[in-house]
């Protein structure tokens, strides 16, 4: 009903545009408007972090949408690989009981943290060398936004907004969702690639400051305003 009564209803990414498409919105009554980011509150690390063991990062909620059961079952894979990395869980919710639980029966308790919510995200991510999205479902990520404004190789499953921000082998490695096979040889390739790794970080850099600045979203915004104050 509320769709029904809307002037202009924006989606944030293609997949919620499609969507809405199907489910009957006119095309004419939608605006697509992704979300953005200041990329210059973002630093670029100046090279690879060098101390310690390799890190990989999440952020986000920890409920059944965000696939990080699967980010769990995959980490159990690269550690049978060889690498020496750890894992960093930032964020809380209703799965952080069953995802430990989950963690211990995988005997891999010790090399995965809990962190719970963080607010300092940017020092968090100037600590990592591979950041992981592993969404079963996702709109438009702020936090994965944020992971390429620092210049970092990005994992993310093929959902959502994703699948606008990121194009395979460029600019980051997406994923099926739920299948920790592809999550693990994504990370293990990026761990042992370094050069890789730095290049995929440079482009995802690169992709936010031309096309996911919170200036041309407010810009959009501003024109969408503009245009729905002048009709008649």
Do not use: W
């Amino acid at each position: 009903r509320l769709l029904g009564k809307a002037d202009r209803i924006v989606s944030l990414c293609s997949e919620a545009t499609s969507e809405l498409l199907s489910a009957g919105i006119p095309a004419e009554r939608l605006q697509q408007i992704s979300n953005g980011v200041d990329p210059a509150l973002f630093t670029v690390r100046a090279g690879p972090r060098t101390a310690g063991k390799k890190l990989i990062t999440f952020i986000g909620r920890l409920d059944g949408f965000k696939g990080v059961e699967h980010l769990l079952e995959a980490f159990r894979r690269v550690i049978e690989s060889g690498v020496d990395a750890s894992l960093k869980l930032i964020g809380n919710g209703p799965a952080e009981g069953n995802l430990r639980s989950l963690a211990a029966s995988l005997k891999i308790q010790d090399k995965v943290s809990f962190r719970g919510r963080e607010e300092n995200v940017l020092k968090e991510l100037s600590e990592t060398d591979v950041f992981v999205l592993p969404s079963l479902a996702e709109g438009m990520s702020n936090v994965l936004l944020e992971a390429m404004s620092c210049g970092l190789p990005v994992v993310a499953t093929g959902v959502g907004g994703a699948l606008d921000m990121i194009r395979h082998g460029r600019n980051g490695i997406l994923v099926p969702p739920g299948d920790p096979e592809a999550l693990r040889d994504a990370m293990v390739y990026l761990l042992g690639n370094e050069s890789a790794a730095i290049s995929l970080g440079k482009e995802a850099r690169k992709t936010v400051e031309e096309r996911f600045t919170l200036s041309g979203a407010v810009d959009c915004y501003r024109r969408l305003y503009g245009e729905l104050n002048a009709a008649p």
